[in-house]
């Protein structure tokens, strides 16, 4: 493997998990901590017009206010995080130096490693991006990006033409909750008939920030389907939080209290919620592509990769989403066409593993990528 891999981690999880790739390539990568790197460069200040420091600036205000609120402060808060973007990118190019060829981190959206490849880029250093697997016991590791930045293919073609007769998983990995009490404190109501279920996801998640064009956060989301459910009265609608967001939502609960077919169902596991379901709402999130493996109807409102003719359904405005959810029996997914994308994704795209422990046959697979820079 010609030159070095450097690897890029900025908290614990990170580290152990970048620390596996590096004993594997033993000399041929090294492994550096965000926080360990304090000195800035001056020479770092000449780059300045070449490198985007904006966007991570803006996203990190966008993070901070869907936390925190404060969209009054937005410019001040923004300056802010622009100033820190600056010193960080002068902190890192002391690290992430041509002496390297590849630079791997995680996600490549978040704060300090989307400053971290501005670095590698006006240093000439190809990039990778790893992230937790889209289907379970898998990881992800892409160097044109994550989510709907990744390389999988676009063209339903392609999945029609793909043959793979292995097996798919069938079982999901739950998630544990940040909240235990607030997802064990709700008790198993019966869950309706028939039913469209609808996981929030973490308002401040980059594939909301980014790749959200419409929606907003998961109260306008409970909004427009709240208004939809009017005019589709025969309909029910489940929702669940998300167990990684720090946000509640108790005035939500209280208006699906009040109506007569919306619903919250936190303590439900996540799989049976979509396995009785009749189809499934979200605007780009990793359900969606867990509830394909059960050959559910997926309607997608935001920017996602598997959003692909044949295979999910896209919603770009609410009169969009009603007209589908109104015409939800006249359509049949094409199972074959969906196993064949999720096998593609199980097999040839993803690599085998966790974030705590890939397998080594997923650690040869990510040798190979950083060997090919495909």
């Known amino acids: 493997m ?5 690897l890029f981690a900025v908290n614990s999880k990170q580290k152990r998990f970048f620390a596996q790739i590096r004993d594997y390539l033993k000399g041929d990568a090294d492994l550096i901590e965000s926080k360990a790197l304090w000195l800035p460069s001056l020479r770092a200040l000449r780059y300045l017009s070449h490198v985007d420091l904006d966007t991570p600036a803006i996203l990190k205000r966008e993070d901070f206010i869907a936390k925190r609120g404060g969209r009054s402060f937005a410019p001040l808060i923004g300056t802010f995080y622009k100033i820190v973007a600056i010193y960080t990118f002068m ?42 697997g889209l289907l379970p016991g898998r990881i992800t590791v892409d160097p044109k990006g994550v989510n709907y930045y990744n390389s999988v293919p676009r063209d339903k073609a392609f999945f029609e033409r793909y043959r793979c007769d292995k097996p798919l998983p069938d079982t999901l990995i739950p998630r544990n909750p940040k909240n235990a009490k607030k997802f ?20 401040y998640d980059s594939q909301i920030l980014t790749h959200s064009p419409w929606i907003r956060d998961m109260r306008m989301l409970f909004e427009i389907v ?4 009017q005019k589709l009265p025969d309909l029910h609608f489940v929702f669940k939080e998300h167990p990684s967001s720090i946000k509640s ?3 939500l609960h209280a208006k699906a209290a009040a109506s007569q077919n919306l619903h919250f169902a936190n303590a439900w596991p996540t799989q049976t919620l979509i396995q009785k379901s009749a189809a499934v709402i979200t605007v780009n999130s990793t359900v969606g592509i867990e509830s394909l493996l059960f050959h559910k109807r997926v309607i997608v409102l935001g920017n996602a990769f598997y959003a692909i003719e044949g295979i999910t359904e896209s919603a770009r405005s609410a009169e ?25 994704l199980y097999y040839d795209y993803q690599i085998e593993g ?13 040798a190979n990528l950083l060997n090919r820079g495909e």
């Open 249 to 251: 939502y108790p005035d």
């Open 226 to 229: 709240a208004q939809i459910s």
């Open 354 to 366: 966790s974030i705590e422990k890939i397998a080594p046959g997923g650690l040869q697979k990510i």
């Open 2 to 6: 010609p030159g070095k891999t450097l």
């Open 91 to 132: 902190r890192y190019f002391h690290a992430i130096t041509p002496r390297y060829d590849r630079l791997m981190l995680w996600n490549g959206i978040l704060f300090r490693q989307a400053i971290a490849a501005e670095v590698a880029k006006v240093r000439g250093i190809r990039l990778f991006y790893a992230e937790t």
């Open 320 to 344: 969009a989403l009603q007209r589908i959810l109104a015409n939800l029996d006249a359509w049949q997914p094409d199972t074959t066409l969906i196993d064949n994308f999720l096998k593609y």
């Open 184 to 203: 064990a404190s709700d008790k198993r109501q019966p869950l309706p008939e028939r039913y469209v279920f609808i996981p929030f996801q973490v308002d």
